[in-house]
């Protein structure tokens, strides 16, 4: 089992910037890939971004290219997103979610998920 526990969301202006990281315990030496997910109301989960636990390797969403940044401390076993220039649009509640199977964008691939973290970006 991989436990996973997300922080740092909240409420920011347009053109802000919000951290979030993701810190993960248990059986971590079988993470493949972590990824960040959002659901905003009334919307399916989409796919944000996802890192590579050992090669770093890093895939984004185009919605959210050049804007936001994965990266991963594995002496902390913790994922970060860094948000910049936030839109109205990114508004949603994030998840952490970490796969031992593929690099992949599809959720269905994610066994384990953090409980979610707010992020509101107003306008």
């Known amino acids: 089992q991989v436990q ?12 802000g910037s919000l951290r979030l990281s993701c810190a993960a315990s248990g059986r971590t030496f079988g993470v493949y890939a972590m990824g960040w997910f959002r659901q905003a109301p009334g919307k399916e989960r989409e796919f944000v971004a996802a890192i590579h636990w050992r090669s770093s390797s ?7 290219k050049g804007r936001f940044t994965i990266s991963r401390d594995n002496t902390k076993d913790t994922v970060y997103l860094q ?10 509640v994030y998840y952490c979610a970490a796969t ?24």
Do not use: C, H, I, R
Request: glycine content about 14%; aromatic content about 12%; proline content about 4%.
């Open 58 to 64: 890093t895939y984004y969403a185009d919605s959210v």
């Open 100 to 123: 031992g199977v593929v690099f992949t964008t599809n959720p269905s691939e994610y066994k384990y998920w953090g409980q979610g973290t707010q992020v509101t970006v107003s306008s």
């Open 83 to 92: 948000m910049n220039s936030l839109k109205p649009e990114d508004t949603a």
């Open 4 to 15: 996973l526990v997300e922080s740092g969301g909240g409420l920011v202006q347009a053109g």
